[in-house]
């Protein structure tokens, strides 16, 4: 079994960046690829970005693409989800993922262990 905590999260102004951080345990996720997604309030959880366990490939959400940079530390056991340029709809808890389906996978099902969340609030 693989354990996810993120963390990382907090308040920030619009235009503003942070990083979260996703740290495993239980087991080595070097041959997994990984996963984020989001929820906003009163919304379904949509996916964020993933990253490939052999190559590094990453793919991303058109709502984020060339904001958030999805990146990981296997030797730390650790994914990292860097944000810049902050925008309102960004507010969302943020959840990380291992992925279990296909490379590609954005839907919720495909993904089999996650973690508890970490909040992140973009204000004006």
Known sequence: ?????????????????????????????????????????????????????????TYYADSVKGRFTISRDD??????LEMISLKLEDTAVYYCAKLNGSWGATMLYEYDYWGQGTQVTVSS
Do not use: H
Request: positive net charge.
């Open 1 to 57: 079994q693989v354990q996810l905590v993120e963390f990382g999260g907090g308040l920030v102004q619009a235009g503003g960046s942070l990083r979260l951080s996703c740290a495993a345990s239980g087991r080595s996720i070097s041959y997994y690829s990984m996963g984020w997604f989001r929820q906003a309030p009163g919304k379904e959880r949509e996916f964020v970005a993933a990253i490939r366990w052999s190559d590094r490939n």
């Open 75 to 80: 030797a730390k056991n650790t994914v990292y």
